[in-house]
């Protein structure tokens, strides 16, 4: 229902699934009036990155020398393959 009770035309009525309510079908609205999930068509944001844990940081700036700047741009998977790399070498190096 519109303003003062009037019935919404039915070409706004996508409008309002669609756009206001951010719903993925039609149905969708049906489906939360019956109390039921409902998905919604809007994208999720990306996980915040989680930071290196310390004793990655650790070797990272006192082992390699790297700045915090470098460091932050490395991802969790990136600093700890430098760090296994750096050990693998250790024990393949008399």
Known sequence: ?????????????????KHQLRLASEDQFWAGLRGEPVEYAVETAPEAPQPLPPYLSRFLAQVLHLSETEISA?????????????????????
Not at 75 to 88: C, F, G, I, N, V
Request: proline share 8%.
């Open 1 to 17: 229902m519109g303003v003062d009770g009037q019935q919404v035309p039915p070409q706004h009525w996508v409008i309002v699934w």
């Open 74 to 94: 490395l991802t969790r998977e990136e600093a700890q393959r430098m760090l296994d790399e750096y050990h693998s070498r250790e024990l393949r190096e008399p």
